[in-house]
């Protein structure tokens, strides 16, 4: 899955055993396929809100750990100690463990420990290609770490789909090893990867009956989609059929009526709020990234857009690749500049004040959080927290919490990740972390409300479980809620919505269906209040007028004479007011 990626020509007979040429263009295919089809997968998320990234995070996953993997590959040829194309296992796991790092949302960390199960049975083994019954047997360890790495797994999901998957392999591979020759293979592996995405496709199109959302919405599962995809990449390898990256046969994606045009430019990081750098006047932040796909001469007007925004700049290569330098304020300048002038990758953004953090006498125990606008970061920030940016389509991946860990130059580390979709890849960095001697612990904030209550509750004085035990504490006793705008027409608890509509969340579920903002807002707070409380949390986003959150705190503030109200400006996207009560 590493290293120069073998010629795409199409073997003239099906293949026997997946060996490491084999799993590379597996590895490819499937970057293609998700590619290819994530707006699609995106789509199917069923919260009528563009907040839907699975398709992306899977994608951005994919393409990061293989970038990771090839240049481990290539620093380990240059240290003299190159891998063995057949060693199998190496391999493997050097790409589990990119994909560990780099995975983004939950469907991302799940399909890393997939993976993880395709390493361990190639370890296990110690073959240098997999057969038929190998297949199966490393789909069924994937399938074991998928469900053991969901705290709470629910039928309906990408799980479902990989249990389908990984039964239906372990029958085919028994069924074929009966019928096949003694001492030969021919048909085994065939059998395996047909029957995988076949049994795939058919327990997504299930997906609907087991999750009443999906059947309300009238799509399939997201990850589970994401996961077909997959499966079907490698019957294209095993089959030799490379050329494309549509699904074959019955396309339950298809459902809602045709692809659409991924987007022209995904988000890849959220530029960081500006901060003064280490010394008065220069630039606060050092961007580093590859930069492919390119020319020579847009090149050259990348290093004077760079030359303008900062300095430092250094830009070094030749052909369509280059390796880009740069000391700026504005990140997100400066990697647009590097999206107009081709594909940037490896991105590495460093702030000079979290590098003097990691100075030996740092603190003992830090706190890392996630933000999904530059109100809310500022406002982890001045708590002390380091801030990972974190948001619809560019989720935080487990690299960058262990990047952030690293900077903070702590022994002991609270992640706070504030999302749902963020939790699982907060966990992925805890076990690295373990590895690298660092204590980290997770307390598991689903929203921005929930973690600036568990902030507010840390004491850096205090032990590292007695913070974590507060926290947690003050994070669950906070009900959340929120109010954003439907962009499609959609079947919620609150009734059907139209694009347009206001909508009202309470503990993560649409029950409000409006017009009006400020009125759907009241209709929150008071459902949020219903059960008591002493204090109200108002976060405006992006979208917000200044007078939305000052307007509901007003109300509730007439309601409740002895409700203590705390407003604040976020600028998260897609949600103009996020609501929290303790």
Same mark, same amino acid.
Not at 475 to 484: M, Q, S, W
Not at 512 to 538: F, H, K, M, P
């Given at each position: 899955m590493t290293g120069t990626v073998p010629s795409p020509s199409v073997p003239s007979t099906r293949l026997e055993r997946l060996d490491t040429a084999a799993a590379r263009r597996w590895a490819v295919v499937t970057r293609a396929a998700y590619a290819a089809r994530r707006a699609e997968i995106d789509a199917l998320n069923v919260f009528p809100v563009p907040d839907g990234d699975t398709g992306t995070n899977l994608f951005l996953t994919f393409d990061a750990a293989l970038d990771g993997a090839r240049a481990e590959y290539e620093e380990r040829a240059q240290a003299g100690r190159p891998l063995d194309d057949a060693d199998l296992m190496t391999e493997a796991d050097l790409f589990a463990r990119a994909l560990l790092l780099t995975a983004?949302?939950? +469907?991302?960390?799940?399909?890393? !420990?997939?993976?993880?199960g395709f390493a361990d049975e190639a370890a296990a083994t110690g073959v240098a290609a997999i057969d038929g019954p190998g297949l199966a047997s490393a789909?069924?360890?994937?399938?074991?770490?998928?469900?053991?790495?969901?705290?709470?797994? &629910?039928?309906?999901?990408?799980? +479902?789909?990989?249990?389908?998957?990984?039964?239906?392999a372990s029958s085919a591979s028994s069924s074929s090893s009966s019928a096949s020759t003694p001492g030969t293979a021919d048909g085994d592996l065939y059998a395996v990867v047909s029957a995988a995405p076949r049994a795939?496709?058919?327990?997504?199109?299930?997906?609907? !009956? !087991?999750?009443?959302?999906?059947a309300r919405a009238g799509v399939v599962d997201a990850?589970?989609?994401?996961?077909?995809?997959? #499966?079907?990449?490698? /019957?294209r390898v095993v089959t030799g059929?490379?050329?494309?990256?549509?699904?074959?046969? %019955?396309?339950?994606?298809?459902?809602?009526?045709?692809?659409?045009?991924?987007?022209?430019?995904?988000?890849?990081?959220?530029?960081?709020?500006?901060?003064?750098?280490? /010394?008065?006047?220069?630039?606060?932040? /050092? &961007?580093?990234?590859?930069? +492919?796909d390119t020319t020579d001469e847009a090149v050259a007007v990348l290093t004077a857009r760079l030359d303008a925004l900062g300095d430092s700049v250094i830009v070094v290569g030749r052909g369509d690749l280059h390796n880009v330098h740069a000391h700026v304020d504005d990140v997100g300048a400066a990697i647009e500049a590097g999206i107009a002038a081709g594909r940037p990758h490896r991105i590495r953004?460093?702030?000079?004040?979290?590098?003097?953090?990691?100075?030996? %006498?740092?603190?003992?125990?830090?706190?890392?959080?996630?933000?999904?606008?530059?109100?809310?970061?500022?406002?982890?920030?001045s708590a002390g927290a380091v801030v990972v940016p974190s948001g619809p389509r560019r989720r935080a991946s487990a690299g960058q919490f262990l990047e952030a860990v690293r900077a903070s130059g702590a022994a002991s580390v609270i992640l706070l990740p504030n999302d749902g979709d963020t939790l699982l890849a907060a966990?992925?960095?805890?076990? =690295?972390?373990? /590895?690298?001697?660092?204590?980290?612990?997770?307390?598991?904030?689903?929203?921005?409300? !929930?973690?600036?209550?568990?902030?507010? =509750?840390?004491?850096?004085?205090?032990?590292l479980a007695d913070n974590v035990l507060a926290m947690s504490s003050a994070a669950a006793a906070t009900r959340h809620g929120a109010v954003t705008v439907a962009t499609? %027409?959609? #079947?919620?608890?609150?009734?059907?919505?139209?694009?347009g509509d206001v909508l009202g969340v309470v503990d993560g579920d649409i029950v409000i269906v409006g017009d009006d903002l400020t009125g759907v807002g009241v209709q929150v707070v008071d459902r949020l209040l219903a059960s008591g409380g002493e204090l109200l949390t108002v976060v405006s986003g992006e979208d917000a007028t200044p007078a939305l959150g000052e307007d509901v705190a007003r109300v509730a503030r007439a309601a409740r004479r002895d409700l203590e109200v705390t407003q604040l400006y976020g600028g998260q996207p897609l949600y103009p007011l996020l609501l929290g009560v303790e």
């Amino acid at each position: 899955m590493t290293g120069t990626v073998p010629s795409p020509s199409v073997p003239s007979t099906r293949l026997e055993r997946l060996d490491t040429a084999a799993a590379r263009r597996w590895a490819v295919v499937t970057r293609a396929a998700y590619a290819a089809r994530r707006a699609e997968i995106d789509a199917l998320n069923v919260f009528p809100v563009p907040d839907g990234d699975t398709g992306t995070n899977l994608f951005l996953t994919f393409d990061a750990a293989l970038d990771g993997a090839r240049a481990e590959y290539e620093e380990r040829a240059q240290a003299g100690r190159p891998l063995d194309d057949a060693d199998l296992m190496t391999e493997a796991d050097l790409f589990a463990r990119a994909l560990l790092l780099t995975a983004r949302g939950n +469907s991302g960390v799940i399909l890393s !420990q997939i993976f993880r199960g395709f390493a361990d049975e190639a370890a296990a083994t110690g073959v240098a290609a997999i057969d038929g019954p190998g297949l199966a047997s490393a789909m069924a360890r994937a399938d074991a770490l998928a469900w053991a790495s969901v705290t709470r797994p &629910v039928e309906g999901t990408i799980l +479902s789909v990989s249990r389908a998957a990984a039964a239906a392999a372990s029958s085919a591979s028994s069924s074929s090893s009966s019928a096949s020759t003694p001492g030969t293979a021919d048909g085994d592996l065939y059998a395996v990867v047909s029957a995988a995405p076949r049994a795939a496709r058919e327990a997504l199109a299930r997906t609907p !009956q !087991q999750l009443p959302s999906l059947a309300r919405a009238g799509v399939v599962d997201a990850g589970g989609a994401g996961y077909v995809l997959l #499966l079907e990449s490698l /019957e294209r390898v095993v089959t030799g059929d490379v050329g494309g990256a549509s699904l074959t046969g %019955d396309d339950p994606l298809r459902r809602r009526g045709g692809p659409h045009p991924p987007p022209a430019h995904p988000s890849i990081l959220a530029p960081p709020p500006p901060a003064a750098d280490l /010394e008065p006047g220069g630039p606060a932040y /050092e &961007v580093m990234f590859l930069l +492919s796909d390119t020319t020579d001469e847009a090149v050259a007007v990348l290093t004077a857009r760079l030359d303008a925004l900062g300095d430092s700049v250094i830009v070094v290569g030749r052909g369509d690749l280059h390796n880009v330098h740069a000391h700026v304020d504005d990140v997100g300048a400066a990697i647009e500049a590097g999206i107009a002038a081709g594909r940037p990758h490896r991105i590495r953004v460093t702030h000079f004040r979290d590098q003097q953090a990691a100075r030996p %006498d740092a603190a003992a125990q830090a706190v890392v959080t996630c933000a999904a606008g530059e109100g809310l970061a500022g406002a982890f920030r001045s708590a002390g927290a380091v801030v990972v940016p974190s948001g619809p389509r560019r989720r935080a991946s487990a690299g960058q919490f262990l990047e952030a860990v690293r900077a903070s130059g702590a022994a002991s580390v609270i992640l706070l990740p504030n999302d749902g979709d963020t939790l699982l890849a907060a966990n992925a960095a805890v076990r =690295v972390a373990a /590895e690298e001697g660092v204590d980290v612990r997770v307390v598991p904030a689903r929203t921005a409300v !929930q973690g600036i209550a568990a902030l507010a =509750v840390y004491d850096p004085d205090h032990p590292l479980a007695d913070n974590v035990l507060a926290m947690s504490s003050a994070a669950a006793a906070t009900r959340h809620g929120a109010v954003t705008v439907a962009t499609k %027409d959609a #079947l919620t608890s609150g009734g059907p919505c139209r694009a347009g509509d206001v909508l009202g969340v309470v503990d993560g579920d649409i029950v409000i269906v409006g017009d009006d903002l400020t009125g759907v807002g009241v209709q929150v707070v008071d459902r949020l209040l219903a059960s008591g409380g002493e204090l109200l949390t108002v976060v405006s986003g992006e979208d917000a007028t200044p007078a939305l959150g000052e307007d509901v705190a007003r109300v509730a503030r007439a309601a409740r004479r002895d409700l203590e109200v705390t407003q604040l400006y976020g600028g998260q996207p897609l949600y103009p007011l996020l609501l929290g009560v303790e």
